[in-house]
C-alpha cells in the first residue's frame, strides 16, 4: 500500500536551485516506486488552491499555472503537462461526498506551483494522472485531517495522496533571507520545527490539531494556515492512527523548513512487524 506524502514545495525557483530539497525530490520518486510501485494516480491537496467547500480538476490534460510573478524567464518556461483522470476524478469526489464533504468539481483548473514544483522533481515525464484538491484554509487542522481520512481508501488503489505545502512559512521574513539559500535557521524557525516533528514522531495527534496555541512560535511560522493544512491530509489519508516517518530535513533561504514526511497507519506497522 502507498504511503500518503506531505512535501515543502519552497519557493517557485526550487527546480533551478541548488538545494538538498530539490536533490531529495528528484530521487523521492524512484524511492517510492522500488519499495511500494509507481502510482496510477497522483492526488495533489496544494496549498495555492482555496475554495470555500472542496474543489478536485476535472480535465483532459493539466495546464501549468505560473502563480507568481517576478521569478527567472526560465521557470515560466517550463511545463508539466500531466494527464488528469475522470475515473479518480470521480473517485475522490464520490469519497468525500459519502464523507459529508460537498465536493465540486473544476473542469478547467491546471496544476499550480505547489503540485507541479514538487512533481516536476519527483516525476520529471509527468506521465502519471495528476488530480489536484483544493483545500478550505477557514476550515482549520482538525477538518483537513478528517478530509485527509476520507481519501484513505485511495491508497490501497495505487494512488499516490500528496499534500503540498511548507514545513515553516512567515513570508514577511522571506526578503530579509531571499539572496541566501541555505544557512542554519533562527530559534523561531527551530523551536517550532522540531516541536512539530517531535510531535509528529510521538504520535502526539491533540497537540498537533492545536498547533496554534501549543507550538513554540506557531503563529510567527504560519500567520495564516493554509501552507500547513496539506500535511493534515497527507495525515488524516494515513488511515487510523497514523504513524509519520520523517523522509528529509533541511532549510531553503534560511526561513523555510523543507521537511517531507510520508504517513502509513499503525496497523500497516503492526502487519509488517508480523
Known sequence: MLPSLFVSHGAPTLPLEAAPARHFLEGLGASIEIKYGRPRAIVVASAHWETATPMVNLVETNPTIYDFHGFPAALYEMKYPAPGSAAVAGRVKSLLDAAGFACGTDTRRGLDHGAWVPLKLMY??????????????????????????????????????????SFTHDLSEFRNYRNTLNAAEPEWVAGFANWFSKALDEGRLEDLLAYRSRAPYGVKNHPTDEHLLPIYVAMGAAGAEPVAHHLHE?????????????????????????
Open 124 to 165: 520529471p515525464s509527468a506521465d502519471i494522472p495528476v488530480i489536484q484538491l483544493s483545500i478550505q484554509s477557514h476550515q482549520g487542522p482538525d477538518y483537513h485531517f478528517r478530509l485527509g481520512q476520507a481519501l484513505a481508501p485511495l491508497r490501497a488503489e495505487g494512488v499516490l495522496v500528496m499534500g503540498s505545502g
Open 250 to 274: 533541511s532549510v531553503s533561504h534560511v526561513i523555510l523548513r523543507m521537511d517531507v514526511w510520508g504517513f502509513d497507519s499503525k496497523a500497516e506497522e503492526n502487519s509488517l512487524a508480523a
